[in-house]
């Protein structure tokens, strides 16, 4: 029963996470946002915020809290909406995203009295930090997680698989890390552009590799994720989940167009729209 | 920190800047529980084995990959740990510049970052291995601090010196094993602040890294001629000390800049850089490495080619000096 409870109120946080998103985005004005990217990985930081992560918003330095690192750095909507939601960052900010000397980035950029972790944006860097954060822990005899997002596409970058395999090497147990595989990347799909094959490569670099079919469905997320949590296997773990790009905006859906782009007051309308009509969809069911 | 015997100094500079570094390394971890060590596969070419052998929990030999070498000692910087990343100056900062510039020096982290055999020690490997741009690469990064010390002293001094310093530092080094001892006693070290090696009120040398040996026999060599010359120990390229080039302005009527490391961004560039708000600042002659890629060939023959031994360096003065009487 509880646990139905805690479903839906991540629910709940995913709504607000979406229309936050878009009204940053939308702030934003021509300078546009990366929205594909952030609205694919929305369900996976909403359960990793509010069903999973031991954190205090009220506490930003807490010791013992889980990290977070967002290695797709470009998705730092998701981010900064998961931030907003969890109280870390005042929704007044909303209208700043990507303004002159604001806070919020278009990618993310260390605050920690916001909440944000660590600076990523250029895509590989987050992983290896959060390798060397697992890492810290082990040495101190710390007892938090590592909870880091890697995108499908990053995983071109040589340098992610530099880390995997050092985490593998040094049994960094304490890392969790879900790869948001939504089949796009800046060009084309991930299979036109570069084809991998994650769950081979994974495997190989010597990681615990675990699946959610539907990394949209936050039931099927916070099952997962709360096993992986609990687990205590003694290699890395890596989560492999499908997405879709755009997720809950029905002219984003799959449409590369919006991997990053403005949108304008008929779109930022309809993008509402969608997610109101969801929002009374899920209420009536 | 403690005294070092002058024992202990003599065998380091026997051996080179490599042991002077690890050994010192091995004594501040001694010091202090928060010293880690990463390294690309440079176990042994780094000397770093005394290390890894006394402290096995804080080495890592993360394999032969330099950009994931930097996002780990990111991470550990990040957990308040105080890492010093060590590789062959030619391959760190060069390869993992980016990785350098965005998880270290954006988040202005307690990281260390040493290039070993900076400059062209890796003569006869040819130009892979040398490292002759990395203080052009690490200038332009925000908050880095940029120190090459000048023997096996102040190598031991910049350790200890820079696990008291907040933010991100590079540690350049060059020199073979058999460099001078150039400091046998104690001395004042202070990251940022450069030392007067010697006074003098004709020429000012000014020099960073081990080639300071070369800017000290330059002086000699110019005395014997009349000519005097002060030398300055400029460790610490990043910042740079400018009081002391406020006073050598003033003082001095020519500059030498002293480096092994391209004309091109180093020490010689940063020097220029400030002397262009001056009007009558005095002009200045920059003794390193051309701006080409080298023949191959030992140390020896690499100093010699590129103008880094004594004797060039003063008949550059000497000529710039003469020059400027017509």
Known sequence: ??????????????????????????????????????????????????GVMDHDPKNPRMPERDRFVLSKGHACLAYYAALIESGYIPKEMISQFKGNDSILCGHPSMNMQYGIEVSTGSLGSGLPIACGMAMAAKIKKETHKIFCVVGDGECNEGIIWEAAFNAAKYKLKNLIVIVDINDFQLSGTTSEVMPLNLDA??????????????????????????????????????????????????????????????????QYKQAVEDLKRAETKRRNQ | MNN???????????????????????????????????????????????????????????????????GFTAG????????????????????????????????????????????CRFGPLGN??????????????????????????????????????????????????????????DFDFKIGKSIEYRSGKDVAIIATGSVLAEGIRAADILEKKGISARVIDMHTVKPIDVDMLNKVFRENQLIATVE???VIGGLGSAVAEYKAGFKDAPSQIMCGLRDSFRKIGNYEFQMKENGLVAENIAENIVNVLQLSKV
């Open chain 1, 1 to 50: 029963m509880e646990k139905k409870s805690l479903i839906n109120e991540i629910k709940d946080k995913t709504e607000l996470m979406r229309r936050d998103c878009i009204e940053m985005g939308y702030a934003a004005g021509s300078q546009g946002a990366h929205f594909g990217p952030a609205l694919s990985c929305v369900d996976i930081v909403a359960t990793i915020f509010f």
């Open chain 1, 201 to 266: 490569l994974w495997k190989a670099a010597g990681w615990d590799v675990s699946y959610i079919d539907d990394g949209n469905n936050v039931k099927e997320v916070l099952r997962v994720l709360s096993e992986i949590k609990k687990s205590n296997g003694e290699n890395p773990k890596v989560i492999l989940t499908k997405t879709v790009k755009g997720k809950g905006i029905s002219f984003m859906e799959n449409n590369l167009a919006f991997h990053a782009a403005p949108i304008n007051e008929e």
């Open chain 2, 4 to 70: 070092i015997s002058l024992e202990t100094l003599k065998e380091w500079s026997k051996l080179g800047h490599r042991s002077s570094f690890s050994e010192s390394l091995v004594l501040l971890a001694r010091e202090r529980s928060d010293v880690v060590v990463v390294s690309p596969d440079l176990t042994t070419t780094a000397r770093l084995i005394n290390f890894e052998k006394e402290f096995p929990d804080r080495f890592f030999n993360v394999g032969i990959a330099e950009q994931n070498m930097i």
């Open chain 2, 76 to 119: 550990l910087a990040r957990e308040g740990l105080m890492p010093f990343a060590v590789s062959i100056a030619a391959f760190a900062p060069m390869r993992c510049a980016e990785q350098t510039r965005n998880m270290l020096g954006y988040m202005n982290l307690n990281a260390r970052v040493v290039g070993i055999e900076a400059g």
């Open chain 2, 128 to 185: 892979t291995h040398f490292a002759m741009d990395d203080m052009g690469v690490m200038r332009g990064i925000p908050n880095f601090t940029i120190i090459c010390p000048a023997d096996a002293h102040e190598v031991y001094k910049t350790v200890f010196a820079v696990a008291e310093h907040n933010g991100p530092v590079h540690i350049r080094l060059t020199g073979a094993p058999g460099s001078p001892l150039l400091y046998p006693n």
């Open chain 2, 260 to 262: 092994e490391h391209s």
